[in-house]
């Protein structure tokens, strides 16, 4: 009996809503990738910086520490998802890693102790250097898997706290389209590797 009959990891409602927010901010990444339209880049990163603002926000009211991996990912300095292939640039140096916000020029430095290899507490996904082809640069970059290396599949349980940005109702999860619908506006939004889009702009009306 005493701390060693604790369990390790205690998933708690608030460890769900902040892993819930952070896969909602990391959605707006895939919506970036061909966007052209410089007022439509503005409202994506508007939208990401808001779900990361209630995430931090969260943690530190319920005194919540982030892995490494979220810490990493967020720039520090307008709270966007840092992503080498659209929202930051990634260099190496000799002490670490120094990857710089496209949006408000933040310098995120991940440092290396001197003569010991890079050893993350978790698994994290591979930041390509910017320079490297774009065919070489999409193969190299995943989203991260925390769990296992199979492809990340959406948890049905967190249906019981999304709701449809536009209604503010809820969604009813498709397992096999892999889609959140509301029935009442008629439309869908997208589910890719586990993680919900839940962009207005992106909803499908044909499904």
Request: aromatic share 6%; glycine share 2%.
């Amino acid at each position: 009996m005493g701390k060693s009959d604790r369990p390790k990891t205690h998933i708690t409602p608030v460890h769900r809503q902040i892993d819930i927010l952070y896969r909602q901010a990391y959605s707006c990444i895939y919506p970036l990738l061909n966007c052209k339209n410089e007022v439509e880049r503005q409202v994506i990163n508007t939208t990401c910086r808001r779900c990361v603002s209630q995430l931090l926000l969260l943690a530190k009211k319920s005194r919540v520490r982030l892995s490494p991996v979220m810490r990493r990912s967020i720039c520090r300095g307008c709270n966007l998802i840092l992503d080498s292939r659209v929202t930051s640039r990634l260099k190496m140096h000799n002490t670490g890693f120094i990857v710089t916000c496209e949006a408000c020029g933040t310098r995120n430095v991940i440092s290396l102790q001197p003569n010991k290899p890079y050893r993350p507490s978790y698994f994290e996904r591979m930041l390509p250097d910017s320079n490297l082809p774009t065919m070489l640069r999409s193969f190299l970059c995943r989203i991260p898997r925390r769990f296992s290396s199979s492809t990340p599949t959406f948890d049905s349980k967190h249906v019981e706290v999304l709701v449809c940005p536009l209604s503010k109702e809820p969604l009813t999860y498709d397992s096999e389209k892999q889609l959140l619908i509301n029935k009442e506006l008629k439309i869908a939004y997208k589910i890719n590797d586990g993680i919900p889009n839940l962009i207005p702009e992106d909803a499908l009306t044909e499904f």
